[in-house]
């Protein structure tokens, strides 16, 4: 049963906005810096990389959404994704970092934004756990036992048979996912004011 002395909706929002505000550092980065690759085949090939992790992102953060949305105060999900591993969603929320810092061209600035992403969620785990524990004792004891947190541990999968899907969260799940793909346009706007001359840059990342 949840405590009244944690709101899970309101850390999730303050992750979400420290999220947003690391995102933006390394976006800032992003605008004093260059590929060290240039636009030859070594940048194209790590945009082309990153643009696939951004998919996989968002079909993995959907494809959560329909075992956990709603129903994180009320129950342990352990089917599917959350079967082999508790905390699926910000793993492909960490694919999805990688793949934004990825539309720069640079493998350094990928794991920038990799490492606040990680950093932000490891904090946000953390209170999580320590609710859910608080909430559920022994049957969280037992998920915890037998389930890695990040994993994915495959040997541990089991499945229902059918799913009980809320829309609402489904679909905030997929608009949040959809957000990834903005540094596409927003990276490839940036190289094309850097190679106009109009945007300076003070060193090059690998």
Same mark, same amino acid.
């Given at each position: 049963m949840a405590t009244a002395s944690f709101d899970l909706g309101r850390v999730q929002k303050l992750r979400k906005a420290a999220v947003a505000a690391g995102l933006i550092v390394a976006i800032a980065l992003a605008f004093v810096s260059r590929s060290?690759? =240039?636009?030859?085949?070594?940048?194209?090939?790590?945009?082309? $990389?990153?643009? =696939?992790?951004?998919?996989?992102c968002i079909v993995g953060r959907a494809w959560c959404s329909l075992y956990i949305g709603g129903r994180k105060k009320d129950e342990i999900v352990d089917q599917g994704p959350y079967s082999v591993s508790r905390n699926p969603l910000y793993v492909f929320s960490f694919i999805g970092a990688f793949g934004v810092g990825a539309q720069t061209g640079s493998l350094i600035l990928s794991l920038v934004f990799l490492a606040i992403t990680g950093l932000i969620f490891a904090i946000t785990i953390r209170r999580?756990?320590?609710?859910?524990?608080?909430?559920?004792?022994?049957?969280?004891?037992?998920?915890?036992? %037998?389930?890695? !947190?990040?994993?994915?541990?495959? %040997?541990?999968? !089991?499945?229902?048979?059918?799913?009980? $899907?809320k829309p609402r969260f489904f679909l905030t799940t997929l608009r949040d996912g959809l957000v990834f793909l903005l540094a596409v346009p927003i990276f490839e706007s940036v190289e094309r004011l850097q190679s106009l001359g109009w945007i300076g840059t003070l060193f090059r990342l690998p």
């Amino acid at each position: 049963m949840a405590t009244a002395s944690f709101d899970l909706g309101r850390v999730q929002k303050l992750r979400k906005a420290a999220v947003a505000a690391g995102l933006i550092v390394a976006i800032a980065l992003a605008f004093v810096s260059r590929s060290f690759w =240039g636009g030859g085949v070594l940048h194209e090939g790590v945009e082309a $990389v990153g643009l =696939g992790m951004i998919a996989v992102c968002i079909v993995g953060r959907a494809w959560c959404s329909l075992y956990i949305g709603g129903r994180k105060k009320d129950e342990i999900v352990d089917q599917g994704p959350y079967s082999v591993s508790r905390n699926p969603l910000y793993v492909f929320s960490f694919i999805g970092a990688f793949g934004v810092g990825a539309q720069t061209g640079s493998l350094i600035l990928s794991l920038v934004f990799l490492a606040i992403t990680g950093l932000i969620f490891a904090i946000t785990i953390r209170r999580e756990e320590a609710w859910l524990s608080e909430a559920f004792g022994p049957v969280y004891a037992a998920y915890v036992a %037998r389930t890695p !947190r990040f994993g994915p541990d495959f %040997r541990l999968w !089991r499945d229902a048979e059918t799913l009980q $899907v809320k829309p609402r969260f489904f679909l905030t799940t997929l608009r949040d996912g959809l957000v990834f793909l903005l540094a596409v346009p927003i990276f490839e706007s940036v190289e094309r004011l850097q190679s106009l001359g109009w945007i300076g840059t003070l060193f090059r990342l690998p």
